[in-house]
């Protein structure tokens, strides 16, 4: 571990996980991450893969327009549980 | 170029070594992991893509590698091991089977797991502290002010249940930042400027030691216990961090400053956080202090015995009398090394 003083961008605020959309999908690659986050902005605010169970939760802060689920389902199966 | 990799059974009776399980490899070793445990079970490590996993008796129980960047990796006392990449955090278990994984907002700045819980904590300011319960991977999450833009570490102790993160820069006051799942415990000013480098933690998490480092030092090395008491273990002339071991218990500290050869030792009364001085010792030469400040000093859990890699040598040391009870010849520069006690049968 380095122990110089390190200069970070910290310009992303705490983002609250308030509505969910859930897939059975659980092999979404690093691709499809960057696209999910791409495609939602600052609505994202995280993803989590449960192989076991398979199924992922994606967390969002505000729900999500039609054209935005549309698409997320399409290309990864996400639903509104 | 070639690597062997020799895990070394010392024996404390006799002081005598017997080389188990040793590999060769082509690619270095980056880090070394150990669980926060009493006894600890496993040694993790792993460099930017692999994971290999020992027990305490040397065998390998897993080599995994993985098809992204591993920035850090952390194991608890069942084998069960959390890896930080860039934005996600994965978490295994000791056959090296995905659990759970996560990719959030931001970039993940630290990690650590524990028995029941792991723990993220996020680049982001307020930083976003996200607690894992391994029993069912739901979480909880709050949010905690830091100061600076450093690369603070967070430790939980050996279950999870509770957690440490610091805080200060050269020009903000230091603070150690106790934490349970359901938030802050307790934010303890250490009334010094500077940016704590070192943090271990007792294994129930009650107690933390670190080293706020100002810019033109010295390096004061500190006791901080969750109800806000606090105790100056002493106090270094260097410009860089202080290396800290610590027993089981709590109540035997060692500490050296980065590339220097005096060892101090100090008792801690735990209940009344008193320190005494319980004297120093001299090494031949300079601390290996480049290696990282949590493994350039080690001692046994019970605090018997000091183990300190300095030059050519690592070298175990008795702490009551200060005898060098054992050397074992480095056969590189900076040696990666990390100690398991393993009970007679």
Known sequence: MSVEEKEYEINIPHREAVFCYVTENTSLSREDLDNIKRLLGEKYAMLEQFPLLKVSILWVTEKLTEDELKQLSEKYGFYEP | ?345
């Open chain 2, 1 to 345: 170029m070639s690597y062997t990799v020799t895990p070394k059974l010392i024996n404390i009776e006799d002081w005598s070594e017997q080389d188990v399980n040793p590999w060769t490899q082509d690619t270095a070793k980056d880090k070394i992991a150990r669980p926060n445990a009493v006894n600890p079970e496993y040694l993790l490590i792993y460099t930017s893509s692999e994971v290999i996993i020992l027990d305490k008796y040397g065998n390998k129980v897993l080599q995994k590698t993985f098809d992204y960047t591993i920035n850090e990796a952390r194991i608890n006392n069942n084998g069960d091991f959390i890896i930080r990449s860039g934005d996600t955090v994965y978490i295994y278990d000791i056959n090296g089977n995905l659990l759970y994984q996560n990719t959030y907002a931001t970039t993940i700045n630290k990690v650590d797991i524990g028995l029941n819980y792991a723990w993220v904590s996020l680049l982001n300011d307020p930083r976003d502290i996200y607690v894992i319960n391994l029993s069912d991977f739901s979480y909880t999450n709050f949010t905690v002010d830091l100061t600076g833009n450093f690369n603070y570490p967070v430790r939980c102790s050996e279950t999870g249940e509770r957690a440490v993160i610091t805080s200060g820069d050269t020009s903000n006051p230091a603070y150690v930042i106790f934490m349970t799942k359901d938030g802050i415990e307790k934010s303890v000013s250490l009334g010094v400027n500077g940016y704590p480098t070192t943090l271990k933690l007792r294994p129930d998490g009650v107690i933390a030691f670190t080293d706020p480092v100002q810019s033109n030092g010295p390096v004061r090395v500190f006791a901080v216990r969750n109800d806000g008491a606090k105790a100056q273990l002493g106090s270094i002339s260097v410009y860089k961090h202080a290396a800290i071991a610590v027993s089981v218990n709590g109540d035997k500290i060692a500490f050296i400053g980065a590339n220097q050869t005096t060892i101090y030792k100090r008792l801690l009364d735990i209940d009344m956080m008193e320190v005494s001085d319980a004297g120093t010792i001299t090494l031949p030469e300079a601390i290996d202090s480049v290696v990282s400040p949590d493994t350039c000093l080690d001692m046994t859990p019970d605090g018997k015995y000091i183990i300190a890699p300095s030059g050519s040598k690592i070298r175990i040391i008795d702490w009551g009398t200060n005898t060098v009870k054992k050397e074992i010849t480095k056969s590189i520069t900076y040696k990666y090394y990390a100690v398991l006690t393993v009970e007679a049968t």
